[in-house]
């Protein structure tokens, strides 16, 4: 199938799984770096607000994913959303060594924008690509 109908979401199955799986492996890494217990020690000294960095770009990258994959847009920022409130929430509540923070909620969101964002241009490329060849 040509690029074009990968650009207008009639991606052939095999990219569109491929996307899939990428997406699922980065969910993966994602909760299991936000729901895992934590020591409160780095094994190597890190710059200040390196956990925002973290939350910011994993959303950014689950987000980005999902979308390249063709699911829906509102579905996969809705879906984000919750899940950044939800991971505050449970980090909070349930898992002792973590805390829940408002600063790390809005790095999320940030986050899903960017990969929303990202998203949206490399879509468009694909498609001048297409256009142009």
């Known amino acids: ?9 009639r991606a052939p ?5 491929r996307w899939i799986v990428l997406t699922v492996l980065a969910l993966v890494v994602q909760m299991v770096a936000l729901y895992s217990p934590s020591s409160g020690e780095s094994l190597f000294p890190t710059p200040p607000h390196t ?9 950014a990258v689950v987000t980005t994913c999902a979308l390249l994959a063709r699911l829906p847009r509102w579905i996969v920022v809705s879906v984000m959303l919750a899940h950044a409130a939800l991971s505050e929430l449970i980090q909070w509540r349930f898992i002792e060594s973590r805390s829940g923070d408002l600063a790390d909620l ?3 969101a940030l986050g899903i924008a960017v990969g929303v964002l990202v ?3 490399v879509l468009r490329r694909l498609s001048r690509a297409s256009r142009a060849g």
């Not at 956990?51 to 959303?59: L, Q, Y």
């Open 1 to 9: 199938m040509s690029e074009t109908a990968v650009a207008e979401g």
């Open 13 to 17: 199955a095999a990219v569109r799984r």
């Open 51 to 59: 956990d925002k960095v973290f939350h910011a770009a994993s959303f």
């Open 106 to 108: 809005l790095a999320d």
């Open 119 to 121: 998203a949206r241009m």
